[in-house]
């Protein structure tokens, strides 16, 4: 008699880190990596000096269709604990700028970036205190950690921003935009 070998289909993908953040992916000991591949029910296999993470599906696909941005957003900059956070809230997810699709030069690039994170951080803190989103200015991205309406507003700001608009304008935008992501919060609470 034959056994018949229920075949499982696993899904695999590849994200690249850049070489400076692979440790952090990895973590001390490993701890991160394993703390991804636990939440995420996923295999992670990573090459240090390529800097690719191969991310195979172990049983849950919906977590494991997650994990590449969990990877992504470490690698753009985030705290493990931050990217992690894609995992626990459904609609929290990670939207990435690429700069460099709206600078002609890195002279361009650096003043661009130099707006956005503001004298001493305090736009980019600005960006995520009034958002509501977790915001990294790294390389020639802008990475965001949020809901999708938290993500939108950051996306208008830093948008607001690259196109010159005064810092001034932004952060009305910024207040006005916090003002109406209370409301609607406070209109949606159970009363």
């Known amino acids: 008699m034959f056994k018949r070998l229920r075949r499982v289909s696993t899904r695999m993908q590849h994200v690249t880190v850049p070489q400076d953040r692979i440790g952090v992916v990895i973590g001390a000991g490993g701890e991160t990596m394993r703390e991804i591949e636990e939440r995420a029910n996923v295999r992670l296999d990573v090459d240090s000096e390529s800097g690719s993470v ?37 609609l929290r997810t990670f939207d990435l700028i690429d700069l460099s699709e709206h600078t002609r030069n890195d002279n361009d690039l650096q003043r661009k970036k130099g707006r956005i994170i503001g004298e001493n951080g305090r736009t980019r803190e600005l960006l995520e205190e009034l958002s509501g989103a977790s915001v990294v200015v790294y390389g020639s991205t802008v990475g965001a950690v949020g809901q999708p309406e938290e993500l939108e507003v950051v996306r208008r700001a830093v948008g607001m921003l690259l196109d010159g608009a005064p810092h001034g304008a932004v952060y009305s935008y910024l207040e006005r935009m916090s003002n109406e992501l209370d409301d609607d919060v406070n209109f949606n609470a159970p009363q």
Not at 56 to 73: G, N, Y
């Open 54 to 90: 191969a991310i195979e599906e172990r049983d849950d696909p919906v977590a494991a269709m997650v994990a590449p941005d969990v990877i992504k957003a470490i690698g753009r900059g985030f705290k493990p604990e931050t990217a992690l956070s894609l995992l626990d809230h459904d």
